[in-house]
């Protein structure tokens, strides 16, 4: 190999999937997946906190592309919020409507990112599940997210683990719905603290609520998104579930 083939070479994977992406997005009929219960149900209330539901504008919904959503901010007083959630679900990906990462929206909202990682938690209906798990920054309040993609059997961390499945799928299944599920666990003021507590002690109970949060969402975005691959295939061929190309729905 000559040293003008190296780059081509390297690059040739990535090009022969994004092309791959393209096609499949542009020719391969999709199943329409709706959920199977309401969003509406997914951890509505958290003990000791009080509740409020966010709504996005049509604009926004414009923007992400979901099908259905909630959001929702936990509180203890108007200046004190502990964590909020957002579960966004998408009946079928196409072109300009597909789940955007986190880690390209969160600074937008103006959020800075402190450190990224991943994170295990155990969920009773799925089992140890690694998620991703950002330290985040805005202005001066700290937060702890986590966040992961819940669909079609799997709940996976990695982004291009996610587009790998997605392009598996559109070709082989003909469907791609999927969730978007995150929650802010926001770093406790050290006047939220006990007297005496430390910083890292701040980060550690923030954490901690997270991975509870979580693990409760991991189990009730399972109960109303649709079942497995092998069970909505199965489904799926019953002659009277409807098909439509998703060239149709191409902005």
């Not at 959001?71 to 300009?96: I, P």
């Not at 700290?142 to 499945?165: F, H, L, P, T």
């Not at 939220?192 to 701040?202: F, M, N, R, V």
């Not at 998104?225 to 902005?251: C, V, W």
Request: with cysteine; aromatic share 8%; charged share 20%.
């Amino acid at each position: 190999m000559t040293a003008t083939e190296t780059p081509v070479r390297r690059f040739l994977p990535g090009a022969l999937l994004a092309i791959g992406v393209l096609l499949v997005f542009s020719s391969r009929s999709q199943s329409i997946v709706p959920l199977i219960g309401s969003l509406q149900t997914v951890l509505p209330v958290w003990e000791g906190l009080n509740t409020t539901d966010q709504k996005v504008t049509d604009e926004e919904k414009r923007v992400a592309g979901m099908t259905d959503y909630v959001a929702r901010v936990f509180w203890k007083d108007s200046s004190n919020v502990a964590f909020t959630t957002y579960v966004g679900y998408y009946d079928r990906q196409s072109q300009g409507h597909s789940m955007h990462s986190p880690k390209n929206c969160l600074p937008g909202a103006g959020w800075e990112i402190l450190e990224t990682n991943v994170a295990t938690i155990a969920s009773p209906a799925s089992g140890n599940v690694v998620v991703n798990k950002y330290l985040l920054k805005n202005g001066t309040r700290e937060a702890v997210v986590y966040y992961w993609y819940q669909g079609r059997g799997r709940i996976v961390a990695s982004e291009y683990a996610v587009k790998w499945n997605l392009l598996h799928d559109a070709a082989l299944l003909g469907h791609t719905e999927e969730a978007l599920v995150r929650v802010v666990a926001y770093v406790p003021r050290a006047s939220e603290l006990p007297a005496g507590s430390t910083a890292a002690q701040a980060h550690a109970s923030a954490e901690q609520l997270g991975a509870q949060v979580a693990s409760r969402l991991l189990t009730e975005v399972a109960r109303v998104i649709p079942p497995s691959n092998k069970q909505t295939a199965s489904r799926e061929q019953s002659p009277t579930r409807s098909n439509r190309t998703m060239a149709s729905s191409l902005d």
